[in-house]
């Protein structure tokens, strides 16, 4: 979903490659392992309204660019990896979220499963209501149950991709570099929707590290 981003990922800081031996794959992956499971553990248990505002809001007031640094090179089925995956899927629906409204409401009406009810999102959702939607799954990561939060943001993946795989449809003979464009955002979002979903099942086993 990277290149869906109109904000360019900047290479890791010379203090990020200092501090965390960039050259060193293993010693990011434990920087990055170590930073989510802290970050994630203090704030769960500081309870703190305004440290889960911060961290809902931060994209918006610092970009990705110091988040990736951490966590963009995790695996997928890893705690970093997921919480990299739904600052992802923020920012896609902050940046542009007409687009997201009308992927989610062609989704909606095509896909024959529960998914749009467990995402949660009203009847209709407009471009307001999916940013408010998305910026309550990731409060609800930072100070609910996480594997719900996953699930909730895995469901909303699966909707948009349904709406991306049909209006490429739509638009295939008309306009057949958009149908592509769709149609590769349409996997991305599948591909999050089971990592998202796999990673789940792993917090509920107490195996999401």
């Known amino acids: ?72 090179h995790s695996p997928a089925k890893s705690l970093p990896g997921s919480l990299w995956r739904l600052y992802l899927l923020q920012l896609s ?36 209501e999916l940013v408010a939607l998305i910026d309550t799954i990731l409060r609800g990561a930072f100070q609910g149950d996480f594997a719900v939060a996953l699930d909730r943001a895995a469901a909303f993946c699966r909707v948009q991709a349904s709406g991306a795989t049909h209006l490429a449809d739509d638009y295939e003979r008309t306009e057949p570099h958009r149908s592509t464009e769709l149609t590769t955002r349409a996997l991305r979002l599948a591909t999050y929707a089971t990592d998202l979903t796999a990673a789940a099942r792993l917090w509920r086993r107490e195996a999401l590290t």
């Not at 499971?37 to 505002?53: G, H, K, N, T």
């Not at 940046?95 to 209709?124: I, K, N």
């Open 93 to 128: 629906i902050h940046d542009d979220p007409a687009t997201a409204a009308l992927l989610y409401d062609r989704g909606r009406t095509e896909l024959r499963s529960s998914d749009a009810v467990v995402a949660g999102a009203p009847v209709p959702a407009g471009p307001s």
């Open 1 to 72: 979903m990277t290149d869906d981003f109109h904000k360019p990922v900047r290479r890791p800081s010379e203090t990020f490659d200092r501090l965390y031996a960039a050259e060193d794959p293993a010693e990011v992956s434990r920087a990055a392992h170590s930073t989510a499971a802290a970050l994630l553990s203090r704030v769960r248990e500081e309870r703190d309204p305004e440290a889960v505002d911060r961290l809902v809001g931060f994209t918006s007031r610092h970009g990705i660019d110091d988040i990736a640094e951490l966590w963009s």
